[in-house]
């Protein structure tokens, strides 16, 4: 590139690109999937900016990517007509790295799977020099600014940037020039090579990609086909005869290569476990396969349409943490055209901010901004729909793959819970897939198993809360031993959050829950002579009670003959309506603390 500014990379960036292209240099294909990810992202951000700003579709309405191989020069051109860069955005894009994390990145590289990890840590760009010596970017916007171009070459310590000195030659958009290694050339030139190239890793590409797949015409001349409308070609009869021939010729040198219907269009039984998983990596940028997920047509109303929900196999890192954003959760499309991934915070709710969705509907209104986007009746009503779906989808695990579901509940348990505690309309769906610790059984236990074990006349669920004591510290309390005693099973709950759980949760299946550390436990066994015992007893021991509740004035409430317990002389409670004496443990130390 004559003339024009030079510019320094970073230190790291020079050093970066060089262990990508070491790294992934028997992974030489990723630099396709990488440019076309990169011209897909451009024009989804066109869509979006159009939505309040249509003009910004004017110089080039075709939204498409052409992809152009050139034996004779030795050179792949990839052009979008996305949102294109400034000069500023070349450089600081292209020459600079966002995302900090270069020593995670080369620690997970040492690891493993290269190529997923440079799309996760936005090195994608870097992948051209894989197959490129040298790397030329010219990049226009929308609006009437100058088209710059931005080069590189492999190896190299900097990039330049200048004024293409072609002039415009973009309506908008950008356009990548690799001028192929010599190593390189005999592979990607390979029009077949390219088209099977782009079909693999293209198909989750909402925009068409057009290849150019003769060498018969000078591939510098034609732009980019339009597509007609139908109208146009209902008309195209009408039209000059020469000029459509001309026409023809041209655009049957352009091959529309991702013809396939998008992946979400098509029928659950026509495609693969492999599909589903390629298309929630390239579309959520996820580096893991999915746990599980479900794809479905609804109904919202007035309108239909189609969505992929997918359970991640973790939560982020900083899920549980209050300033936790979730990116990347969600895409809308609106038929088959990309709208947002931001459809405000929490659209489905704080605790399901993990999972990922896909909606494609049929019909949405467009000219509102995205606040009352939110609002509308339809993606309310899609909301509840997919809430829905999710739980659901939780549950055909939990019966389907009990071991699947315990790996699953070990990391989104608490967030379930949250989700009962919160989320009154799914509460009913959420508590039977809740798991607690419990006296009958080593491994955890649902609710409605503990409902299906309860004895004849019980009325109650009975549970002792610990919060972070373990379930063999809990079994060992002495308001346990006489419920287990008389053969009932008792719940541990060891999480903090298990006591709001069940305030808001008070009964399962007509069972009331009875915390046994506190008044009110009651047995199904509980016959007329055991009462008319306890009369008896009662009589017996009240002078014992009344000189108890003298001397104890002080420090409880009251004092009652009991026969709950079995080995432990007397324990102490909480009242009905009292704090249990974990609630007491978790008040005093916050008191402590201020
Ligand atoms: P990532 O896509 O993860 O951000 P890349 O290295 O692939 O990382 O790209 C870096 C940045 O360069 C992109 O975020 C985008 O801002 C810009 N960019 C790359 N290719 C294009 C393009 N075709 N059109 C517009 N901007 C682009
Ligand atoms: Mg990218």
């Given at each position: 590139l004559a003339g024009g500014e030079s510019f320094a990379y970073q230190s790291d960036i020079a050093r970066l690109m060089r262990v990508v292209v070491s790294h992934l240099y028997h992974d030489r294909d990723v630099f396709v999937r990488e440019l076309l990810s990169n011209a897909n992202d451009a024009l989804e951000k066109v869509r979006l900016l159009a939505l309040t700003d249509?003009?910004?579709?004017?110089?080039?309405e075709q939204l498409n990517v052409t992809v152009l191989a050139d034996a004779a020069s030795g050179r792949i051109v990839i052009r979008d007509s996305g949102v294109g860069m400034t000069k500023e955005q070349l450089a600081a894009n292209l020459g600079t790295?966002?995302?900090?994390?270069t020593s995670e990145f080369l620690e997970n590289l040492d690891k493993g799977d290269g190529s997923n990890l440079i799309g996760q840590f936005g090195?994608?760009?870097?992948?051209?020099?894989l197959v490129a010596d040298r790397v030329t970017v010219a990049s226009k916007t929308a609006d009437k600014s100058e088209q710059y171009v931005f080069e590189s070459e492999a190896d190299a310590e900097g990039f330049k940037i200048a004024?293409?000195?072609?002039?415009?030659?973009?309506?908008r958009g950008t356009e990548i020039t690799l001028h192929l290694k010599p190593d390189a050339r005999g592979e990607y030139l390979d029009v077949n090579k390219l088209r099977s190239l782009i079909q693999k890793h293209a198909e989750y590409n909402s925009a068409p990609i057009f290849l150019w797949?003769?060498?018969?015409?000078?591939?510098?001349a034609p732009v980019a086909p339009k597509t007609p409308t139908e109208e146009e070609e209902a008309t195209v009869e009408d039209a000059d005869e020469d000029e459509n021939v001309a026409k023809a010729d041209e655009a049957a040198?352009?091959?529309?290569?991702?013809?396939?219907?998008p992946l979400w269009m098509r029928e659950p039984k026509d495609l693969t476990e492999e599909d589903y998983e390629n298309f929630f990596k390239a579309t959520f940028k996820e580096a893991d396969a999915p746990l599980a997920w479900s794809h479905f047509k609804g109904d919202a109303g007035s309108t239909a349409f189609r969505a992929l929900i997918y359970i991640p196999s973790a939560l982020p890192?900083?899920?549980?943490?209050?300033?936790y954003v979730s990116l990347n959760s969600l895409k809308l499309f609106v038929r088959r055209v990309f709208i947002t991934?931001?459809?405000?915070?929490?659209?489905?709710?704080r605790h399901l901010n993990w999972i990922k969705v896909f909606i494609d509907v049929?019909?949405?209104?467009?000219?509102?901004g995205r606040d009352s986007l939110q609002k509308t009746r339809a993606l309310a009503q899609i909301k509840r729909n997919l809430q829905k779906r999710i739980y659901d989808l939780f549950a055909q695990i939990a019966a389907k793959d009990p071991e699947k579901f315990s790996e699953l509940y070990s990391k989104a348990g608490t967030a379930l819970k949250v989700g009962a505690v919160e989320d009154s309309k799914n509460r009913d769906r959420i508590v039977k897939l809740l798991r607690f610790a419990t006296s009958a059984s080593n491994e955890t236990t649902s609710l409605e198993d503990v409902v299906a074990r309860r004895k004849q006349g019980q009325t109650q669920i009975y549970f002792i809360a610990g919060a972070g004591q373990t379930k063999d510290q809990l079994a060992r309390s002495p308001f346990v031993e006489r419920i287990l005693a008389r053969g009932y099973e008792v719940l541990y709950?060891?999480?903090?959050?298990d006591e709001m759980l069940i305030n808001s949760v008070p009964t399962f299946s007509g069972l009331r829950f009875q915390?046994?550390?506190?008044?009110?436990v009651k047995f199904g066994d509980e016959d007329e002579a055991a009462d008319a015992d306890e009369d008896e007893l009662r009589t017996t021991f009240a002078p014992l009670v009344a000189y108890l509740k003298k001397e104890l004035a002080e420090f409880v409430d009251k004092v009652t003959l009991s026969?709950?317990?079995?080995?432990?002389?007397c324990l102490v409670t909480a009242g009905t309506f009292g704090y249990s004496g974990n609630m007491e443990r978790l008040l005093a130390a916050q008191n402590a603390g201020q």
């Open positions: 249509p003009k910004i579709l004017e110089p080039a790295i966002a995302r900090s994390g090195l994608g760009f870097y992948s051209s020099f004024k293409d000195p072609r002039g415009p030659t973009l309506g797949s003769s060498t018969s015409l000078d591939p510098w040198q352009w091959e529309l290569v991702n013809d396939r219907p890192n900083d899920f549980y943490s209050k300033d991934s931001d459809l405000g915070k929490d659209y489905l709710e049929d019909d949405l209104p467009l000219n509102v709950m060891t999480d903090p959050i915390d046994v550390a506190k008044d009110g026969t709950r317990l079995t080995t432990s002389p």
